[in-house]
């Protein structure tokens, strides 16, 4: 089931971010605690990135049902930014972060371990 969130980070004179985004509990609780790396989005050498903290994000009061019938429309992106989309995910094997747009980072089954595309290749040259 998805709710309404509002995020927003305060990024002192360079601006803020903020944005409402329709998720499921799960993938919020996930988020809490990782890394977040938006990029230069307030402008040339910007780099905004931190620790996505629960402050941060706060959960509306709006029926899942309506957040449902809306995000039939809208996606889960409403407005502004997702957070769940700039989380970095960290490769066991090279320790490099990723996030999904740049990288395909992910748990791989047949190593259990998260592993970025390269290491995971080098991973089975070295087990054929």
Same mark, same amino acid.
């Given at each position: #089931?998805?709710?309404?969130? +509002? ?5 002192? +004179? ?5 944005? %409402? ?12 605690? $990782? ?10 050498? @910007?780099? =905004?990135?931190? /620790? %996505? ?7 509306? *009061?709006?029926?899942?049902?309506? =957040?449902?019938? /809306?995000?039939?429309? %809208? ?11 700039? /989380?970095?995910? @960290?490769?066991? *094997?090279?320790? $490099? @972060?990723? +996030? ?7 748990? +791989? ?5 998260? %592993?970025?595309?390269?290491? #995971? ?5 070295? *087990?054929?």
């Amino acid at each position: #089931m998805k709710y309404l969130y +509002r995020f927003f980070w305060d990024c002192g +004179r360079s601006g803020y971010l903020e944005g %409402l985004f329709a998720a499921t509990e799960e993938d919020v609780n996930f988020a809490i605690g $990782e890394d977040i790396y938006f990029g230069e989005v307030l402008g040339k050498h @910007s780099e =905004v990135y931190g /620790v %996505l903290e629960e402050g941060d994000i706060e959960k509306l *009061n709006i029926s899942p049902e309506a =957040v449902a019938e /809306v995000s039939q429309i %809208l996606g889960s992106k409403w407005s502004g930014f997702n957070p769940l989309e700039y /989380v970095k995910t @960290s490769c066991d *094997n090279c320790d $490099e @972060s990723y +996030r999904q747009d740049e990288w395909d980072c992910e748990y +791989r089954e047949e190593f259990d371990k998260t %592993l970025c595309q390269e290491c #995971m290749e080098e991973l089975k040259k070295v *087990n054929d």
